[in-house]
């Protein structure tokens, strides 16, 4: 994962008889220096427990507080001065599921803030506190140097307009700067020196924001860090200030005259204006926008008067889809050939970048349509495939291939039966499962797609009978699609929207309706009739 050096230890303990109806006790002690006194107890897990203690002792005159997550909370018992003592019974098991909610967003456990006399190193009482706490750890990392100033003024140069200075910047530490993390101590939470991560080339993800922070302080442009976790509902409004991020980006604060017809991760600050969310770790996500995990996500903003949870926000969905066209013709024994093109954007382009940035072979590029034909043809060949646009992260990319498929369309006596979807499947089997679904269901992000199929009929065959339309719209997705004659070609346009991220328990039976829906209309057929010998 990047991570290159770490004095992160980890201790395995084996368990001797594991074997059912054994019981095994164990002990383990650990001395702690943590840079804020605060605790987790975590007594919820893939097994059932049947019993869980935890108890507190306290020097005279410390205080605590203590916050439950996803648990009703559980009085504890004053076991004398400065201790106290917590019990919960018949906490069950979580069940793992397919596209459930992160751990931490489901997983009881009481979180601990423990305050010392002296109020130093005390755990957070506030997402503000811990705010101001970061704040201190990056305090003078992001100055500059004048190696560092005159790379900015060299890249800032080559455009006269404000936005096309930040993207020149953002570009250079996406492109540039490699992800390597180096976490020793505090290093694992604070950034290095931004002249550091710019000398050497490289960074984690708060080195990576730290000095493109700095660049754009240069240039007059005023940024903050933004901690999150890259897994949405890790944090929520509701979760107590803790440490449970893994990931840094920034809240960019843009200018006057800016335009931000092209930039959807922008949101209105009551304090700071426009502020745009941007995450220079991200490779193949160009300035301007936010990759699907982050969206509709919550992130501590890092401002000079300490922290602010904030909710980050969801972009169209038409920004995340995949756009296919395709011109075809059949002929009377049943093969179908012809032209596809496909328009990529957002994650979907990402995923795409990202599994051809490293493929020189063009018979190893065109894997990912040929993996895409199998799903939905029994046969096929792929005539001649190209893609554009495939290092343009600006750019949506896109692919142009000609297939030859026999025997697409069934001789049944003087019919033919021809299925109007082609290619791509939006159906799904995750909740087709024997027990009821016990967690909500959370989508990557928003996404729209939509696909147009032309086929020109065979000379001598006429349309008898197609699929009738379908609509269907459950309110955190939707799908479409209609049959049409138009002439001598048989169409078939469809689109497929996931709007809301997370889908509660309550509604997953319409999600497996709207599922089965859609199942059914890949798998109709239209029936085309010989009108002459």
């Known amino acids: 994962g990047g991570e290159l050096v770490s004095d992160v230890r980890t201790k395995l303990l084996s368990i001797p008889a594991a074997t059912p109806g054994s019981i095994v006790g164990y002990e383990v002690e650990q ?7 605060a605790d987790e107890w975590e007594f919820q897990d893939t097994v059932p427990v049947r019993e869980a203690h935890y108890t507190l002792q306290l020097p005279p005159g410390w205080t605590y507080k203590a916050t439950w997550l996803n648990h009703a909370e559980a ?6 001065a400065g201790q106290w003592h917590w019990m919960v019974n018949d906490v069950r098991a979580i069940k793992r599921e397919e596209d459930m909610p992160p751990w931490q967003g489901i997983a009881g456990k009481m979180v601990l803030s423990l305050s010392p006399l002296d109020g130093k190193n005390r755990g957070f009482q506030s997402w503000q506190e811990m705010g101001a706490w970061y704040l201190r750890l990056t305090q003078g990392r992001r100055d500059s140097s004048p190696e560092l100033t005159q790379k900015v003024n060299d890249l800032a140069s080559q455009t006269p307009t404000v936005l096309g200075k930040m993207q020149a910047l953002a570009r250079f530490v996406q492109r540039d700067i490699r ?3 180096i976490e020793l101590g505090i290093g694992g939470m604070q950034p290095h020196p931004a002249t550091d991560v710019f000398a050497h080339r490289y960074g984690d993800c708060k080195d990576k924001a730290t000095l ?13 860090y933004v901690i999150i976790n890259t897994t949405r509902g890790s944090v929520t409004a509701t979760t107590p200030p803790n440490l449970g991020f ?5 809240a960019v604060q843009l200018p006057n005259g800016v335009e931000v017809a092209t930039l959807p991760a922008v949101v209105g600050h009551p304090r700071f204006g426009r502020v745009l969310f941007f995450d220079p770790t991200d490779p193949l996500t160009p300035f301007g926008r936010l990759a699907g995990p982050l969206q509709a996500n919550y992130g501590l903003l890092v401002a000079p008067d300490g922290g602010e949870l904030l909710p980050l926000p969801q972009l169209p969905a038409d920004l995340n889809a995949i756009r296919r066209t395709a011109k075809l013709t059949l002929d009377d024994k049943g093969t179908l050939r012809g032209d596809i093109h496909e328009v990529w954007t957002g994650d979907m382009a990402a995923h795409q970048r990202y599994d051809l940035r490293s493929v020189t072979k063009e018979t190893d590029q065109i894997k990912s349509v040929e993996s895409l034909l199998s799903h939905s043809m029994t046969t096929f060949q792929i005539l001649n495939a190209a ?7 600006e750019l949506p990319l896109e692919w142009n291939y000609s297939i030859q498929a026999d025997l697409y369309a069934k001789a049944t006596g003087s019919l ?3 299925r109007p979807r082609v290619i791509g499947s939006k159906s799904s089997g995750l909740l087709e499962t024997k027990d009821p679904r016990e967690y909500p269901i959370e989508f990557d992000g928003p996404r729209r797609d939509t696909d147009v199929f032309e086929i020109a009929l065979p000379p001598g065959y006429e349309i008898e009978e197609v699929p009738p339309p379908v609509t269907a719209d459950y309110g955190f997705a939707s799908y479409k699609s209609t049959t049409d004659i138009v002439g001598h070609t048989l169409r078939y346009t469809r689109s497929f929207e996931i709007k809301d991220l997370s889908v509660p328990t309550s509604k997953a039976e319409e999600l497996r309706a709207l599922y089965r829906i859609i199942a059914n209309d890949e ?11």
């Open 387 to 393: 893609v554009r646009n495939l290092p343009s992260i």
């Open 212 to 224: 493109l922070s700095a660049m754009l302080h240069e240039i007059g442009i005023e940024s903050y």
């Open 75 to 80: 009085a504890p018992i004053a076991m004398g």
């Open 179 to 181: 992800y390597v993390a």
């Open 523 to 533: 798998r109709m057929s239209a029936v085309l009739k010989r009108t002459s010998p």
């Open 31 to 37: 001395e702690q220096r943590p840079y804020i006194l």
């Open 416 to 418: 033919l039966l021809v």
């Open 246 to 250: 893994n990931h840094v980006i920034l």
